[in-house]
């Protein structure tokens, strides 16, 4: 069945179509916010609140944009509300995220350099310039999407990731 289908269905109630809509897009809204926070278990938290406003608020989705942007707009919200409310994002180390399904040890200690290495380097940028580029360069969304996602102007969007990219190449 495919997403539009499965939308109307939630919208009306159908517990079934709601789930595996979840389901659908879980890993989605879980590597997004990982990327963002570089903290497992804040990771969990906030998955889940997301999972839970989209199962309270699903008869307010209007079906404008597909259901994972929806998704990611959530948890964008809510991961600045985090950020509002702590002012101080958890330091956990990024080692702490484990690569799972690697082949053997050598995959293992590749990746997690390359994990450590971008981490540490989205780590230096601000939270809203952060989420433009993860946005844009791990999921492909476009400026006007990540606008919409945001809710912010194109040409903030822009300005963002343009300033992402000159950051990242002087830190490289």
């Given at each position: 069945m495919?997403?539009?289908?499965l939308?109307?269905?939630?919208?009306?109630?159908?517990?079934?179509?709601?789930?595996?809509?979840?389901?659908?897009?879980?890993?989605?809204?879980?590597?997004?916010?990982?990327?963002?926070?570089?903290n497992?278990?804040?990771?969990?938290?906030?998955?889940?609140?997301?999972?839970?406003?989209?199962?309270?608020?699903?008869?307010?989705?209007?079906?404008?944009?597909?259901?994972?942007?929806?998704?990611?707009?959530?948890?964008?919200?809510?991961?600045k509300d985090?950020?509002?409310?702590?002012?101080?994002?958890?330091?956990?180390?990024?080692?702490e995220?484990?690569?799972?399904?690697?082949?053997?040890?050598?995959?293992?200690?590749?990746?997690?350099?390359?994990?450590?290495?971008?981490?540490?380097?989205?780590?230096?940028?601000?939270?809203?310039?952060?989420?433009?580029f993860i946005?844009?360069?791990?999921?492909?969304?476009?400026?006007?999407?990540?606008?919409?996602?945001?809710?912010?102007?194109?040409?903030?969007?822009?300005?963002?990731?343009?300033?992402?990219?000159e950051?990242?190449?002087?830190?490289?």
């Open positions: 495919n997403e539009k289908a939308l109307e269905k939630a919208r009306t109630g159908d517990r079934k179509a709601l789930e595996l809509l979840l389901y659908d897009n879980y890993k989605i809204v879980y590597g997004y916010l990982l990327k963002l926070t570089v497992e278990e804040l990771t969990k938290d906030l998955t889940q609140d997301v999972m839970m406003k989209a199962i309270l608020n699903i008869k307010k989705f209007k079906g404008n944009s597909k259901f994972s942007t929806w998704l990611i707009s959530i948890a964008s919200n809510l991961y985090y950020v509002r409310k702590s002012k101080k994002i958890s330091s956990t180390a990024i080692e995220l484990s690569i799972k399904d690697s082949q053997n040890i050598e995959n293992d200690v590749v990746n997690k350099d390359t994990v450590n290495r971008v981490g540490k380097l989205l780590r230096e940028l601000p939270y809203e310039k952060r989420m433009v946005l844009k360069n791990y999921y492909d969304y476009s400026y006007e999407e990540i606008g919409e996602i945001l809710k912010c102007p194109i040409g903030t969007v822009r300005s963002r990731l343009h300033y992402c990219i950051k990242l190449r002087k830190l490289i």
